[in-house]
């Protein structure tokens, strides 16, 4: 029988990797284990997909659920088993039973930190448009990739910080400047959430929204296209700063300066490093509001 390659990970089909799954769970190196395991289930649900199955090899899914038990990660466990088949009759047992530990496990005050801090991060990646099925896919990617190099397993904010800069790069990629900024931003809050260095990541970002106004700016006029302001032609001479309503930002808020202040990347007094509310959400914008 012929090895369909729609069922390969990394260089070998799933069935070959049977032994590996067992070391790695003998030698108790889970979160390895885990990560090789949900690289083969994609593979077994891209084979099965390739040859019109309904549903890929349950084996590795009950696998991956074996460790999780072992992590006490129930939720998670109940997770993966729903992913065959919704749950099929092979499983329910399963679920039951991991449904009940769930239910009765009291979770200490370290766990209750570490559920906060996971949840925040997922919200993060939410805030750039990447979903909680996608985040887990690239921790699984990222824990193989970070094993691959001797190092521990990556931590919920290794993946946002990956993901944000993917989507950053993919922007970059599509023209789309403003997303940039967006992206920046988000970092920037992540960045005050780690409590980290913020204030050149807002940088990046404020830099990126001045450029992507000078861009449209120029397209108007270029294309011919008037923009307009309370229904009159509308030409884009300066740009005002505005955002942040905290004490320390507010007394700029409304400040103008010509768009020939923007050469050399001035952005001055942006951001303010001294805001109540960090990280400064004041941006040099259209000064439209007024
Ligand atoms: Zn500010
Ligand atoms: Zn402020």
Redesign the pocket.
């Known amino acids: 029988m012929t090895l369909n390659p729609a069922g390969f990970y990394k260089g070998k089909h799933y069935t070959e990797w049977v032994d590996d799954v067992k070391r790695l769970k003998d030698e108790n190196k889970l979160d390895e284990c885990l990560a090789l395991l949900f690289g083969l289930i994609e593979a077994t649900e891209r084979e099965a997909k390739a040859e019109g199955w309904p549903y890929g090899a349950p084996g590795y899914y009950e696998q991956a659920a074996i460790v999780f038990r072992k992590l006490k990660r129930y939720g998670d466990e109940i997770e993966v088993l729903k992913r065959w088949k919704n749950g099929g009759p092979q499983f329910e047992q399963r679920i039951r039973a991991a449904q009940a530990l769930l239910a009765n496990k009291k979770s200490s005050p370290q766990d209750k930190k570490v559920t906060r801090y996971q949840n925040k991060c997922l919200k993060f990646s939410a805030d750039i448009g990447v979903g909680e099925n996608i985040f887990k896919k690239k921790l699984f990617e990222l824990t193989s990739e970070f094993n691959n190099e001797g190092m521990p397993a990556p931590k919920y904010g290794d993946v946002f910080w990956k993901i944000a800069n993917e989507r950053c790069n993919q922007a970059s990629l599509n023209g789309d400047i403003a997303a940039i900024g967006r992206f920046r931003r988000s970092m920037a809050e992540f960045l005050v959430f780690e409590k980290r260095d913020w204030v050149p990541m807002t940088k990046d970002s404020i830099r990126a929204f001045i450029t992507a106004e000078l861009m449209q700016n120029d397209k108007t006029k270029s294309s011919g296209i008037i923009v307009l302001k309370n229904d009159l032609p509308y030409e884009l001479t300066d740009l005002a700063i505005r955002g ?1 309503k ?1 004490e ?2 507010l007394p700029d808020n409304g400040k103008r300066q010509p768009l020939s202040f923007f050469k050399d990347q001035n952005i001055s007094p942006l951001p ?1 490093q001294d ?3 960090p990280p ?1 959400k ?1 941006v040099w914008s259209k000064p439209w509001w007024d």
Request: glycine share 0%.
């Open positions: 942040c905290c320390k930002c303010h805001c109540l509310k400064c004041c």
